[in-house]
């Protein structure tokens, strides 16, 4: 059966959308869970539906001060899911280097870097479980999103290479690659569509768009011991989109 108990799992952008999913299971499969993100107000309701046993840490993952109280506060992890991520379409020709920050910094950069930080800090137990959210636009790109693809791409590398060199204390990496999922980011990506683009759009999806819950399953699954034996590998998730020929 699948159980969390007595874990500790740091999960970051637990303050809305798949991180406050992720969060929820998490704690009602028993682990002790530490919600990351910037906004007190989102993380406090999110706590709010939690057990006692749960805690949240403020903090804007691109900030240094506040990055580096977030490693400090953290106790021993048997699991991180870093869920943290930023969506903004920009056609090429108008990226700056602003904008390439901007993404990667969230994306990736807080990724790696808290990657790197724990293992330094020896905030991972031996057997720990990694889990990064990445997207299918990282192998499918879409018009504009090519700092978000890039980005995702990008991450995927860095899970297995992170998977090979912490393979000897038995610590896991994974990557679940989602296609589109209903949150706040779905609302900005629908946005930036004409409504019956759109609808053509997503009547793509043989089982339709995903719930946050749908991937916050997987996640539970592969934070779990029932998977000790995966490591290195991507899950896509993108209900048939991609067996769809019809697609455009
Ligand atoms: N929804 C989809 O269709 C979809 C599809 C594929 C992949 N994904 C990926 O799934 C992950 C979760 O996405 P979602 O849909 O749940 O998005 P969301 O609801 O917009 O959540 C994004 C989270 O990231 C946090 N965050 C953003 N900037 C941050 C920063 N500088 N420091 C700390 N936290 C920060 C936000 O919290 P605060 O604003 O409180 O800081 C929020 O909790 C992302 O990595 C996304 O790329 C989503």
Redesign the pocket.
Known sequence: MLNLKGKTILV????????ACVAKLCDDLGANVILT???KA?LTEVKSKLSERSQVIV????DENEFQNLILNLTALDGFVH?????QPFPIKFIKQKHIDEIFS??LN?AILLSSNLLKSKKFKNGASVVF???ISAEFPYMGGALYSASKSALESFARSFALENASMKIRANIVS????K????EQ?KNAYDEADFEKFISHYPLGVGE?QDVANTIAFLLSDLSKWITGTTIRMDGGLLLNSKRD
Do not use: H, Q, W, Y
């Open positions: 970051t952008g637990a303050s809305s959308g798949i991180g993100a910037r906004s989102k903090a804007d993952l691109t869920c943290a991520g930023k969506i969230v994306n807080s959210i990445s997207s989602p296609a589109l999922v949150t706040e980011m779905f990506t946050p």
